[in-house]
């Protein structure tokens, strides 16, 4: 079983429209969960991180968690095309705490 | 305040031998990440570092090593390089192993293997 999964997209939503992407991971032990975005030919950046079971705002961002379910998600209200990207989810793991081992992405692709 | 910063930017080198990459993390920042980005592919994890001591490492081989110096600067080095290995090294650097510490990522070292 692989740590962290992610469906691979593309994710094409029109600009606009609420974006949903969605991460599982197998690690129970996972303490906080982080989103970060990259650019085709960039460097990953975060997004926000959430370490509560719920939900959790940041501007057009919500991260929702589910520590039972071992299931975390990201969505992004009135997506714009700036947010085509792949999100890369990434649960800290590891008996001494940071260990980022992110999940394969998800690319997104708002259209205009 | 500098980022991290990763040296050299592009670096080609031939099957065989061996690649010296460089990683200088925020100022303060203890910990240490390194990832692979082969095309088109997601970050797999390599390495990490933290207080000088290699706390993890990913599923690589032996030929893929690194440390830490006492300046929090890393290195990663690649022996007898493979064609499979050219890809995006990224490296992260964070403030402490704490549960809510982000990552910063530097620009990465695009390494070419022919």
């Known amino acids: 079983q692989k740590e962290v999964e992610q469906n691979s997209g593309p994710l094409s939503v029109p600009e606009g429209a609420i974006a949903s992407l969605n991460c599982t991971y197998s690690d129970r032990g996972s303490q906080s969960f982080f989103w970060y975005r990259q650019y085709s030919g960039k460097s990953p950046e975060l997004i926000m991180f959430?370490?509560?079971?719920g939900d959790k705002e940041d501007g057009r961002f919500t991260a929702q968690l589910n520590k039972a379910s071992q299931y975390v998600s990201l969505l992004i209200r009135d997506s714009q095309p700036s947010d085509s990207a792949t999100y890369l989810c990434a649960p800290t793991t590891g008996n001494y705490g940071q260990n980022f081992v992110f999940g394969p992405g998800t690319r997104l692709s708002v259209l205009p | 305040e500098a980022g991290v910063t990763q040296s050299p930017t592009h670096l080609i080198k031939t099957r065989g031998q061996q690649a010296t990459l460089r990683c200088s993390p925020i100022s303060g920042h203890t910990s240490v990440y390194w990832y692979q980005q082969a095309l088109g592919l997601g970050l797999q994890f390599l390495l990490w570092?933290?207080?000088?001591?290699?706390?993890n490492r990913g599923n690589f081989p032996p030929r893929f090593s690194g440390r830490q110096f006492p300046n929090y600067s890393s290195e990663l080095n690649v022996n007898a390089l493979e064609l499979e290995d050219s890809a995006l090294y990224l490296c992260?650097?964070?403030?402490?192993?704490?549960?809510?510490?982000?990552?910063?990522f530097g620009q990465g070292t695009r390494l070419t293997v022919v």
């Open positions: 570092y933290d207080e000088g001591e290699e706390r």
């Open positions: 992260a650097s964070s403030s402490e192993s704490g549960w809510n510490t982000e990552a910063f």
């Open positions: 959430i370490y509560s079971n």
